[in-house]
């Protein structure tokens, strides 16, 4: 065409020659699914929208040049029509010609309207020649949809972080209309395309349409039931409740609103389903009861549970698996079914048992995991003897432990109980007061667990040995007359020596509870979401807080809106699984009146419980009392680690605390993470109030914190130590037996069959199992501590030094776990199982591997 007009072509070479164009390369993602033909009809028809002119058109927003001047002129994507997109859905790549003249100053953003009939995720464009700057580069990042659904062109902007106040004047409007358009009206059922981040309560988890049984108490916004916000969807109302949000069906649990960019990328969604579907037997139990030898509810012994792991299950006719195939289809379901299809569920050796299988059971592994497990981040120092209690005894009466000197003096050492006190020798893991207003309605269901106290020693060696375990039910004849306990001491031999297990056991199980759903999905998972929420609202792109906190947010939303739907849901997986059942959420509710912002430093945490001291010499800030605290050490040095790089950073923006004081965004952003986010905390003394440098530094250390480490440290362990459901049962089915009874016979005859009676049962294994094995995986798009997705995050240059200073840093670190793990004079860096405490350690590779931190809570 250009031959037939040479003056047409010479005009564009003349611009082209005079420094009137800018070429650039835009790098976008095309919508890629399952190749359904949807699919690949739309992409049919977006070529023909191509020839129609109906194209993907970008315009220049200068940051330099005047105010009042218009966007350049209008530039199409070029070649989408020629331009093959690989069938995996990779990156594409095109060119595009702007007309540009040096007078019209430096691009300082760009719009994009995309008029094609289906959406692409627009990762980068980047300029080249551009007159008086060389090369602008735009991370964008985000989900394109068609302009009908959107009221004006997406914006994107340089990579350059801008203060509020520093804004160059022409980005200023669009700086504050994209902040706008993200907050949305508040109101309205929120579609795919929608870009809307706003609050609601957790009034989504029951289904009383159902029935009576599947009514949960709504969760936030009452002080009965205090909650953190979650993401808002604005489906309608259940029918039979106004106050209760309608449930999608479970087909389309998947499709849970989250706004796109939130969305997992294809690469993760892929692998989550294919993991996901090894726990699709959660609705097909009464089938699954036909895998199961001689007693279908139970394991006959500890060999027994070893299969799961080094056998499989094995169907013994086919029936089954064309059951399985008539509901779901054969594609789905291969993942599941391993090798030659006969072994059904035979899931990777957890760690905890693959140098030894019996050494979970001895006392210095059980109090060893207290320090160095799934989750350390509970036990205290025992400051007073007897242990007291804080519930009210008008209620529940005297609620004081019953371990006396008699059950420990012996044991200590040759200290007295004042001494070890004083000494730091006397430590505790109480699920006390937690649990005792919940024993009697728990106890009426099919479970059957106490509250549990458990006094430890710290010995010569740094290692810690239990001395004693209270179990405590109510009074039987009403909670107001205290409890009703009973203590157990160490025993190896006899039936004295099984029902010591059984009482690490029921510790276990209180722990397991208390771990999943306090500190694993309460304090990480959803106290970290409104902060995302009001990162969005209320921080520009451009500002360089939003910047600093954006890695640690990624899939954070995603895989809470799954939860909801599927997880932590009336009837959902942790009910199925954990031992509080139906009142799991709401005991979470009751705990998180105790959730204070700034505990959750590390620091802060590790004196509130007593295992540290403020120690103005250590790098750290603070002192350990248990020397070989491996969870504590290694955090400390990460969380010194996060601390610098914040600190850094923010100090390149932030000259005087006068800054933070007058930062309108930041401002606005705290304003909004205490009355809407933590709306439930708003008028709590201890927030941070933001009018300081080093309130902004230690708040977002603290939000790095919680959304790497911390999460790390409480997830990633779940199936390595957690996958052998004897180490870590996650239910107890029946109390201690009686003497005289058939139960009390078999535990003196069969301890190891009356423990695994005792606990989780066989269905029930599986399904923990399946659900901790998927939790437990890094995938294989994770984007680790001190690593980002894309080089260019920032266009500041000191910005990008001082993160490789970081990265440098946590490498530095990980050597130092790794010697110290191979250190014998750590024991509890080891332990009788020989598995080395790697949680804390900030890399990893794909998959199961006990280690790595990832930016943000992405599973």
């Given at each position: 065409m250009?031959?037939?007009?040479p003056?047409?072509?010479s005009?564009?070479e003349?611009?082209?020659?005079n420094?009137?164009?800018?070429?650039?390369?835009?790098?976008?993602?095309?919508?890629?699914?399952?190749?359904?033909?949807?699919?690949?009809?739309?992409?049919?028809?977006?070529?023909?929208?191509?020839?129609m002119?109906?194209?993907?058109?970008?315009?220049?927003?200068?940051?330099t040049?005047a105010?009042?001047?218009?966007p350049?002129?209008?530039?199409?994507?070029?070649?989408?029509?020629?331009?093959?997109?690989?069938?995996s859905?990779?990156d594409?790549?095109?060119?595009?010609?702007f007309?540009?003249?040096?007078?019209?100053?430096?691009?300082?953003?760009?719009?994009?309207?995309?008029?094609?009939?289906?959406?692409?995720?627009l990762?980068?464009?980047?300029?080249?020649d551009?007159?008086g700057n060389?090369?602008?580069?735009f991370?964008?990042?985000?989900?394109?949809y068609p302009?009908?659904?959107?009221?004006?062109?997406?914006?994107?902007f340089?990579?350059?972080?801008?203060?509020?106040?520093?804004t160059?004047?022409?980005?200023?409007?669009?700086?504050?209309?994209e902040?706008?358009?993200?907050r949305?009206?508040g109101?309205?059922?929120?579609?795919?395309?929608?870009?809307?981040?706003?609050?609601?309560?957790y009034?989504?988890?029951g289904?009383?349409?159902k029935?009576p049984?599947?009514?949960?108490p709504?969760?936030?916004?009452?002080?009965?039931?205090?909650?953190?916000?979650?993401?808002r969807?604005g489906?309608?109302?259940?029918?039979?409740?106004?106050?209760t949000?309608?449930?999608?069906?479970?087909?389309?649990s998947l499709?849970?609103?989250v706004?796109?960019?939130?969305?997992?990328?294809?690469?993760k969604m892929?692998?989550?389903?294919?993991?996901?579907?090894?726990?699709?037997?959660?609705?097909?139990?009464?089938?699954?009861?036909a895998?199961?030898?001689?007693?279908?509810?139970?394991?006959d012994s500890?060999?027994?549970v070893?299969?799961?792991?080094?056998?499989?299950?094995?169907?013994?006719n086919?029936?089954?698996?064309?059951?399985?195939r008539?509901?779901?289809?054969?594609?789905m379901?291969k993942?599941?079914?391993?090798s030659d299809?006969?072994k059904?569920?035979?899931?990777?050796?957890?760690?905890?048992?693959?140098?030894?299988?019996?050494a979970?059971r001895?006392?210095?592994?059980?109090?060893?995991?207290m320090?160095?497990?799934?989750?350390?981040?509970?036990?205290?120092?025992?400051?007073?003897?007897?242990?007291?209690?804080k519930l009210?005894?008008?209620?529940?009466?005297?609620?004081s432990?019953?371990?006396?000197?008699?059950?420990i003096?012996?044991?200590?050492?040759?200290l007295?109980?004042?001494?070890?006190i004083?000494?730091?020798?006397l430590?505790?893991?109480?699920?006390?007061d937690s649990?005792?207003?919940?024993?009697?309605?728990?106890n009426?269901?099919?479970?059957?667990?106490?509250?549990?106290?458990?006094?430890?020693?710290?010995k010569?060696?740094?290692?810690?040995?239990?001395?004693?375990?209270?179990l405590?039910?109510?009074?039987?004849?009403?909670d107001?007359?205290?409890?009703?306990?009973?203590?157990?001491?160490p025993?190896?031999?006899?039936?004295?020596?099984?029902?010591?297990?059984l009482?690490?056991?029921?510790?276990?199980v209180?722990?397991?509870?208390?771990h999943?759903?306090?500190?694993?999905?309460?304090?990480t998972?959803?106290a970290?979401?409104?902060f995302?929420?009001?990162?969005?609202?209320?921080?520009s792109?451009?500002?360089?807080?939003?910047?600093?906190?954006?890695?640690?947010?990624?899939?954070?939303?995603?895989?809470n809106?799954?939860?909801?739907?599927?997880?932590?849901?009336?009837g959902?997986?942790?009910?199925?699984?954990?031992?509080?059942?139906?009142?799991?959420?709401?005991?979470?509710?009751?705990?998180?009146?105790?959730?204070?912002f700034?505990?959750?430093?590390l620091p802060a945490?590790?004196?509130?419980r007593?295992?540290?001291?403020?120690?103005?010499?250590?790098?750290?800030?603070?002192?350990?009392?248990?020397?070989?605290?491996?969870?504590?050490?290694?955090g400390?040095?990460?969380?010194?680690?996060?601390?610098?790089?914040?600190?850094?950073?923010?100090?390149?923006?932030?000259?005087?605390?006068?800054?933070?004081?007058?930062d309108?965004?930041?401002?606005?952003?705290?304003?909004?993470?205490?009355?809407?986010?933590?709306?439930?905390?708003?008028?709590?003394?201890?927030?941070?109030?933001?009018?300081?440098l080093?309130?902004?530094?230690?708040?977002?250390?603290?939000?790095?914190?919680?959304?790497?480490?911390?999460?790390?440290?409480v997830?990633f362990?779940?199936?390595?130590?957690?996958g052998y459901?004897p180490?870590?049962?996650?239910?107890?089915?029946?109390f201690?037996?009686?003497?005289?009874?058939?139960?009390?016979?078999?535990?003196?005859?069969?301890?190891?069959?009356?423990f695994?009676?005792t606990?989780?049962s066989?269905?029930?294994?599986?399904?923990?199992?399946?659900l901790?094995?998927?939790?437990?995986?890094?995938?294989?798009?994770?984007?680790?501590?001190?690593?980002?997705?894309?080089?260019?995050?920032?266009?500041?240059?000191?910005?990008?030094?001082?993160?490789?200073m970081?990265?440098?840093?946590l490498?530095?670190?990980?050597?130092?776990?790794?010697?110290?793990n191979?250190?014998?004079?750590?024991k509890?860096r080891?332990?009788?199982v020989?598995?080395?405490y790697?949680?804390l350690?900030?890399?990893?590779?794909?998959?199961?591997?006990?280690?790595?931190?990832?930016?943000?809570?992405?599973?």
């Open positions: 250009d031959n037939q007009n003056s047409k072509k005009k564009h003349d611009e082209e020659k420094g009137n164009m800018i070429k650039g390369v835009v790098i976008l993602k095309k919508k890629q699914k399952l190749l359904e033909l949807k699919d690949i009809a739309a992409s049919v028809v977006d070529r023909i929208d191509e020839m002119g109906k194209k993907v058109v970008l315009q220049l927003i200068s940051s040049a105010v009042d001047q218009q350049g002129k209008k530039a199409n994507l070029e070649g989408w029509i020629t331009q093959m997109t690989p069938l859905g990779g594409a790549t095109y060119n595009v010609t007309e540009w003249s040096e007078e019209m100053g430096v691009p300082g953003a760009f719009t994009v309207a995309n008029y094609h009939h289906t959406e692409f995720y990762k980068t464009l980047t300029l080249e551009v007159p060389g090369r602008v580069h991370e964008c990042n985000s989900w394109v302009a009908e659904h959107y009221e004006k062109d997406r914006i994107f340089a990579n350059q972080a801008y203060l509020p106040s520093q160059p004047a022409p980005l200023r409007s669009y700086r504050e209309e902040l706008e358009s993200l949305g009206n109101s309205g059922k929120r579609e795919e395309w929608d870009r809307v981040y706003d609050y609601d309560i009034n989504d988890l289904d009383p349409d029935g049984d599947h009514v949960r709504i969760l936030g916004g009452s002080t009965e039931y205090p909650y953190p916000r979650r993401g969807t489906r309608p109302m259940a029918s039979s409740d106004p106050n949000e309608s449930r999608l069906p479970l087909y389309q499709n849970i609103y706004p796109k960019d939130e969305r997992f990328s294809q690469m892929s692998d989550f389903v294919a993991y996901a579907l090894k726990s699709i037997f959660q609705f097909l139990a009464p089938e699954f009861e895998l199961f030898d001689k007693t279908p509810s139970e394991f500890f060999e027994d070893l299969q799961l792991y080094e056998g499989g299950i094995k169907a013994s086919t029936s089954l698996l064309e059951k399985i008539e509901r779901i289809p054969y594609e379901i993942e599941l079914l391993r299809g006969e059904a569920f035979k899931f990777p050796l957890p760690q905890v048992i693959k140098e030894d299988k019996t979970w001895t006392d210095e592994e059980f109090a060893r995991e320090l160095a497990g799934i989750n350390p981040v509970v036990i205290c120092r025992l400051q007073e003897f007897p242990p007291a209690s009210d005894p008008e209620l529940y009466g005297n609620q432990s019953t371990i006396s000197e008699q059950h003096i012996n044991s200590l050492d040759g007295t109980i004042r001494e070890a004083q000494n730091n020798k430590y505790i893991l109480d699920h006390h649990l005792m207003p919940y024993l009697r309605r728990i009426t269901t099919a479970i059957k667990i106490y509250a549990t106290r458990t006094i430890l020693f710290l010569k060696d740094g290692t810690l040995k239990p001395l004693a375990i209270e405590s039910l109510p009074h039987p004849e009403g107001h007359l205290g409890a009703v306990s009973r203590v157990c001491t025993a190896e031999d006899g039936v004295e020596g099984s029902i010591w297990q009482a690490k056991a029921y510790v276990a209180n722990d397991s509870g208390y999943q759903l306090i500190c694993h999905w309460l304090n998972h959803a970290i979401e409104p995302i929420i009001a990162t969005h609202r209320q921080l792109v451009l500002h360089p807080i939003h910047k600093l906190l954006q890695s640690h947010f990624r899939d954070t939303m995603n895989i809106a799954l939860a909801r739907q599927t997880l932590i849901n009336a959902g997986f942790l009910e199925m699984t954990v031992f509080p059942g139906r009142y799991s959420m709401e005991w979470s509710s009751t705990l998180y009146k105790n959730w204070v700034p505990d959750q430093a945490d590790l004196i509130k007593g295992v540290a001291v403020e120690d103005s010499i250590s790098p750290h800030g603070v002192r350990l009392l248990i020397e070989d605290y491996p969870y504590a050490v290694d400390l040095e990460i969380w010194t680690s996060i601390k610098t790089w914040v600190e850094n950073y923010c100090n390149l923006y932030y000259k005087n605390d006068e800054m933070v004081q007058t309108i965004e930041l401002q606005s952003w705290w304003k909004e993470v205490r009355e809407k986010g933590h709306g439930d905390k708003k008028d709590e003394p201890w927030w941070p109030k933001m009018q300081t080093k309130d902004l530094i230690h708040s977002c250390t603290i939000i790095i914190w919680v959304a790497s480490a911390l999460h790390a440290a997830n362990g779940q199936y390595p130590y957690g459901l180490n870590r049962p996650a239910t107890s089915r029946r201690i037996p009686e003497i005289g009874t058939p139960e009390y016979e078999e535990l003196t005859s069969n301890p190891e069959k009356a695994l009676k606990i989780t066989q269905l029930q294994s599986v399904l923990g199992i399946s901790v094995e998927i939790l437990s995986r890094h995938s294989s798009d994770e984007i680790f501590l001190g690593q980002r997705d894309s080089p260019e995050w920032t266009a500041d240059e000191e910005a990008i030094k001082a993160f490789e970081f990265g440098e840093r490498t530095e670190i990980e050597k130092k776990i790794i010697e110290m191979d250190d014998g004079r750590w509890n080891y332990g009788p020989k598995m080395p790697t949680l350690c900030p890399s990893s590779g794909v998959g199961l591997t006990g280690r790595g931190i990832p930016n943000s809570v992405s599973m």
